[in-house]
């Protein structure tokens, strides 16, 4: 079983900028890929930012150029850098972990920007 820890949302204001964290442990034995999506109330879960081995960072159209994803292979982590945040990106961001086909979430951190 795999464990998803995510730290650092919180409240900021519109501009602000917010490091989210997530740390895996557990039976990590091959990881594929680790990345962030995102839910606001009323709308379906969206992808945010993806790190697959051996590719480059996938972004969200809505967030390119605002936010940054890195992942630290040796730590089982993955960070996201969220910039210039605008009201729009209020949302519950989970971390997402894929491995041996399998998929596993993170609990989720609420990131609220307020006007």
């Known amino acids: 079983q795999v464990q998803l820890r995510e730290s650092g949302g919180g409240l900021v204001q519109a501009g602000g900028s917010l490091r989210l964290s997530c740390a895996a442990s557990g039976s990590i034995f091959s990881i594929n890929s680790m990345g962030w999506y995102r839910q606001a109330p009323g709308k379906q879960r969206e992808l945010v930012a993806i790190?697959?081995?051996?590719?480059?960072?996938t972004y969200a159209d809505s967030v390119k150029g605002r936010v940054v994803i890195s992942r630290d292979n040796a730590k089982n982590m993955v960070d996201l850098q969220m910039n210039s945040l605008k009201p729009e990106d209020t949302a519950v961001y989970f971390c997402?972990?894929?491995?041996?086909?399998?998929?596993?979430w993170g609990q989720g951190t609420q990131v609220t920007v307020s006007s």
């Open positions: 790190i697959i081995n051996g590719g480059r960072p």
């Open positions: 997402n972990l894929l491995q041996l086909g399998r998929t596993y």
